[in-house]
């Protein structure tokens, strides 16, 4: 156990609905990663937090939209679904970025599969 | 721009053999590196990272990897593997800046067979 958990474990929705995944990161980190996973694509990175402000974003569509909040978790939101938002979600967390000592290890959580039918 | 390459896609070995998982990487400044495993209907696990300190890296559950520059190669390996090695693998590297972003090869997946 990673100590991050995401919410839900598996959604599915239909297309053009929006849904909202939940994570929380690892007690003690300040900066939160989101992750897509899919057949054609692979893992890529889509977003990243930290201590509440953006810190960088990758290939994450204009439909996608994340924040995170004071307490540390984090949301991501998925609006106007696609069949192909079909995927497994990641959440990661850690420290801080890149902090000297190895502490940019991020840990995953267990993900949340989305099926848009 | 970095990024990493596995050479594999599937590597197949029996029980008790050796396993060698190959990486390769490209990247403008000293990277960061990770092994993660990611075992059927899983999140990942990470297995080792290097961060400059020893090119020979200890993991968990006796995989090791060695970090080559001048090969810029981080191959995963472990002396016997065990039925529960099955898994896909992933080599992964830090993004340049200060971003803490992972740039994931696309896996190799290890089988193991009795």
């Known amino acids: 156990d990673s100590g991050v958990t995401q919410t839900p474990k598996h959604l599915i929705t239909a297309t053009g609905q929006r849904v909202t995944l939940r994570c929380s990161p690892r007690?003690?980190?300040?900066?939160v990663y989101w992750y897509q996973q899919s057949l054609d694509q692979g893992l890529q990175f889509l977003i990243q937090?930290?201590?509440?402000?953006?810190?960088a974003k990758g290939n994450i569509l204009e439909r996608f939209s994340a924040q995170q909040f004071p307490d540390l978790h984090s949301e991501l939101n998925l609006s106007s679904l696609e069949l192909g938002d079909s995927a497994l979600y990641f959440c990661?967390?850690?420290?801080?970025?890149?902090?000297?000592?190895?502490?940019?290890?991020?840990?995953f959580g267990p993900g949340t599969r989305l099926t848009v039918l | 721009a970095q990024s990493v390459t596995q050479l594999d896609s599937h590597v197949s070995v029996s029980e008790g053999t050796p396993v060698l998982l190959r990486c390769n990487y490209s990247?403008?400044?000293?990277?960061?590196l990770f092994w993660y495993v990611q075992h059927p209907n899983k999140g990942l696990q990470l297995l080792l990272k290097y961060t400059s300190a020893a090119t020979l890296v200890k993991g968990i559950n006796g995989f090791e990897a060695e970090f080559k520059k001048s090969e810029t190669s981080f191959h995963l390996t472990k002396p016997s593997a065990h039925m529960s090695d099955a898994a896909e693998y992933f080599c992964v590297v830090t993004d340049s800046g200060n971003t803490g972003k992972l740039i994931f090869g696309q896996g190799t997946t290890l089988q193991v067979k009795p």
């Open positions: 990247s403008s400044y000293s990277p960061s």
């Open positions: 007690s003690g980190d300040l900066s």
């Open positions: 937090y930290y201590n509440g402000e953006e810190r």
């Open positions: 990661a967390s850690s420290v801080a970025p890149l902090l000297a000592g190895g502490q940019d290890t991020q840990y």
